[in-house]
């Protein structure tokens, strides 16, 4: 297996622009997560998916984010307008059962906005 | 509520010493426990996991933990470092619903 793969691997925009990440789980997976991590705040959930629908999204930081889960081998996290303050590693993980089963992370997309 | 604190942001070790990183819990049920590793530039991976079958875990690259109820910890540790162990150490919880609580992480710093 693949593993799950995140795209792109770096990202750099200006401010005001939309930046759309994207994830693919691994097959079979039902659960996903998106993580953003910073050296200030460390790991924080975003929101957690399971079987393609929304269940917690209460870590989204503003109505600026927002994420979808079409089907159940891809998700896009957006973030329109973005801000320099939004710039992290944002990180996707994908699970089979819920989060206290094994988490499975992408290599991430580092965000840098300009 | 469930909380993880980690002590030390930064920890030296030479290499082929011992490898002892801290993490205290707080959590209202039986927790399930978990440490994982991230390496430079990649994402987290397990390293093991708690699930009350037994106190002592036994994970990935010769690391283990010991759930100890009494004083709230479980400590990972290995006996000798070897310097692909540089990497960032992450403890974590989970309740009763799905929510992961991480800790800060714990940077491992192997000296020739």
């Known amino acids: 297996d693949a593993g799950v793969i995140q795209s792109p691997r770096h990202e750099v925009t200006e401010m005001g622009q939309e930046v759309t990440l994207r994830c693919k789980p691994i097959?079979?997976?039902?659960?996903l997560f998106w993580y953003r991590q910073t050296m200030m705040r460390g790991l924080e959930l975003l929101i957690y998916?399971?079987?393609?629908?929304?269940?917690?999204d209460s870590g989204m930081p503003e109505d600026r984010f927002s994420a979808k889960m079409p089907n159940a081998s891809f998700s896009t996290l957006k973030i329109q307008p973005s801000e320099p303050r939004d710039s992290a590693v944002y990180f996707c993980?994908?699970?089979?059962?819920?989060?206290?089963?094994?988490?499975?992370f992408g290599s991430g997309t580092q965000l840098s906005v300009l | 509520a469930q909380s993880v604190t980690q002590l030390g942001s930064h920890v030296s070790v030479s290499e082929g010493a011992l490898v002892l990183l801290r993490c205290n819990y707080s959590?209202?049920?039986?927790?399930?426990l978990f440490w994982y590793v991230q390496y430079p530039n990649q994402g987290l991976q397990l390293l093991l996991k708690?699930?009350?079958?037994a106190t002592l875990v036994k994970g990935i690259n010769g690391f283990e933990a010991e759930f100890k109820k009494s004083e709230t910890s479980f400590h990972l540790t290995k006996p000798s470092a070897h310097m692909s162990d540089a990497a960032e150490y992450f403890c974590?919880?989970?309740?009763?619903?799905?929510?992961?609580?991480w800790g800060a992480g714990t940077k491992l710093i192997i000296k020739p």
């Open positions: 993980a994908s699970s089979f059962g819920q989060a206290n089963e094994k988490l499975f």
């Open positions: 097959s079979g997976h039902n659960s």
């Open positions: 998916f399971n079987n393609n629908v929304p269940i917690d």
């Open positions: 959590s209202s049920v039986p927790p399930y």
């Open positions: 708690y699930t009350s079958a």
């Open positions: 974590a919880v989970s309740g009763s619903n799905y929510q992961l609580i």
